[in-house]
Each structure stands twice: as structure tokens, then as C-alpha cells.
């Protein structure tokens, strides 16, 4: 099992280097001038020229790219155009923020598709299957933007139960750190929740329809036991898959859910880089978040070999 994960590593690797050299060539096609941007107005040619000479602008963007791949192997990724602070301070400082809201999102979704899923494949066609069902294909429908700002509208402006804006972290609190992902984790966790859910009701009822279930079920075990023990584990690896899948989804969503809720995570850096082609910063977002899925792939991968030990040979 350590070789297949060690091989699945190495195969990240091009993945690792194909992205931000994508990023670089979309941003050199990319409308605008970074010089242009940090000059401001009225900017003389000479100021513009010594700011495309500091920050290697009139290189070929394919030099700019190894340099910057040769920085970043030895840890460096580089300073901010827009402030004087390091690529990697400024990540470290927002990614706190985007981690926990992912977080709580990934979980609290896993937690509502596991109840869900399993009261709907316990009696498949029945009243409350039917129900999650259709209330699980109406979340896959509704865009998480929206769902949020109803959120806000219901739980923070009318009722102000939650707070509406901003984050506190974990550090000043864990009710006031709670109290601030609610509303944004809700948002984010609604359409993971209802593909975990209508996954594992599919493949749940299909495991309690097999031949070593009835047996089970024919030596006396609970029907709890048979379940938990049989049924789950077999139903899940298709559950887990998804899973994985959905994981650079919520990151994506992170950004506007972040926006939404004014909370100042990854998403919001991201979006300002953008706006201010912060070239430095954007590779350093992108490169996080790449990292982070490929490790989360390759946890879905070493799960299989847990949920089926046909796979640890």
C-alpha cells in the first residue's frame, strides 16, 4: 500500500508544474499591465519602464515560469506586487480561515449524507425515501451563493441568531469561532450533502439487497450490526469517491461563500490577486490548493485498501 501511494505522489508531480505554468500563460493573455496596476495614475513612462525592468515583465513568460519553478523548490515563492509581504506570509495568515470553513463544510455534509442516505435505503420507495429523495435533488439545484444569502436574510438579519459577516478564530473562542461558520459552512455543505446523500442511499440499498446480507441477517445479527458492519463498508467506497471529488469543489466555493460573508480566507486573496494581477499571490493560492487536492485524493485512494482488502494486494 506505502508503494501504490509513493507511485500515486510521483504522478502528481507533473500536475504540480502543469497548473502554474496555466496560470502563467492565462495571466500574461490576460487584459491589463501589473506595472500599469502598482504605477497608478499618471505614471510616467520611465516609472512604468523600471517597474517591468524589477519585476522581469519584459521576460518571456515561459524564463518567468522556470525561475518562479526554481524559487518555489527551494521554498520560496515569492513577494506580493501589491504589498510588501511575503507570498507565503500572506497565505499562512488566510489559510486558517478557508481551512476551518472547509472543514466544518466537509463535515457537517458527510454527517447529514450519512443520516439521510441510510433512512432513505432502509426503505427504498417508501414515504421518507421518497421525501430525501426530492429534497436532496432540489439541493443540488439551488446555487450556493443564493442559499447563503437566504442564510443571511432568515438566521442573521430577521431572526439574528447567527452573525451575518466576518470570522473570529478559534483562538478567541471555540462558540464564537462556531457561531461565525455556521451560516457560511451551511451554504457551502448543501450540495456535497445531497450528492453523499442520494450516493449512498443508491449504493447502501444495493449492498442490503446481496445474498451475504440476507444471510447475516438470517443468523440472528441486529439489523444495527448488519448495517454498520456490513453494509456501510461496502456502500461507502463509491461514497468516498465522490467524496474526493467534491473536496475542489467546496475549495471553489470557498471563494464566494468567503465574498458572501466578508470573511477574509483564501478566496478573498485570491480574488483580489486576480483583480490586481498579483501574479505572486495567485500562484501561491493555486499551488495550495492543488497540493491539498492531490492529498486528498491519495487519502480516497488509501481508504479503498480499508473499505476493500482486495485492494491492499
Request: net charge neutral.
Amino acid at each position: 500500500m506505502l508503494r501504490y501511494a509513493g507511485q500515486r505522489l510521483l504522478a502528481a508531480i507533473p500536475l504540480l508544474l502543469i497548473v502554474p505554468l496555466l496560470i502563467f500563460l492565462l495571466m500574461d493573455l490576460a487584459p491589463g499591465d501589473p506595472a500599469v496596476v502598482l504605477a497608478g495614475e499618471n505614471a510616467t513612462p520611465k516609472r512604468l519602464r523600471e517597474l517591468r525592468e524589477n519585476l522581469n515583465l519584459d521576460e518571456n513568460v515561459f524564463v518567468r515560469y522556470l525561475d518562479w519553478v526554481g524559487s518555489a523548490l527551494r521554498g520560496d515563492l515569492g513577494m506580493s506586487l501589491w504589498s510588501n509581504q511575503t507570498v507565503t506570509e500572506l497565505l499562512l495568515r488566510r489559510m486558517a480561515t478557508t481551512l476551518s470553513l472547509v472543514l466544518f463544510a466537509i463535515v457537517l455534509a458527510v454527517t447529514i449524507g450519512l443520516v439521510l442516505g441510510i433512512l432513505g435505503a432502509l426503505r427504498p420507495g417508501g414515504v421518507v425515501d421518497r421525501g430525501i429523495n426530492a429534497l436532496a435533488s432540489v439541493a443540488i439545484a439551488i446555487p450556493a451563493f443564493w442559499f447563503g444569502l437566504v442564510l443571511v436574510l432568515l438566521f442573521a438579519v430577521t431572526h439574528q441568531i447567527f452573525p451575518a459577516f466576518g470570522y473570529v478564530p478559534i483562538s478567541e473562542g471555540v462558540v464564537p469561532w462556531f457561531q461565525h461558520l455556521v451560516l457560511p459552512g451551511v451554504a457551502l455543505a448543501l450540495l456535497p450533502a445531497a450528492e453523499v446523500t442520494l450516493q449512498l442511499r443508491s449504493a447502501l440499498g444495493q449492498v442490503l439487497g446481496s445474498d451475504y446480507i440476507l444471510n447475516a441477517e438470517a443468523r440472528g445479527l441486529s439489523r444495527a450490526s448488519v448495517i454498520g458492519k456490513h453494509g456501510l463498508k461496502n456502500a461507502c467506497i463509491p461514497v468516498v469517491t465522490v467524496l474526493g471529488f467534491r473536496v475542489s469543489e467546496v475549495l471553489g466555493g470557498a471563494v464566494t461563500i468567503e465574498i458572501i460573508y466578508n470573511m477574509p480566507g483564501l478566496g478573498s486573496l485570491a480574488v483580489n490577486s486576480v483583480q490586481n494581477h498579483d501574479v505572486p499571490v495567485l500562484l501561491g493560492f493555486v499551488l495550495f490548493t492543488t497540493v491539498v487536492v492531490i492529498l486528498v485524493n491519495l487519502l480516497v485512494d488509501i481508504s479503498y485498501g480499508y473499505f476493500n482488502p482486495k485492494v491492499r494486494s
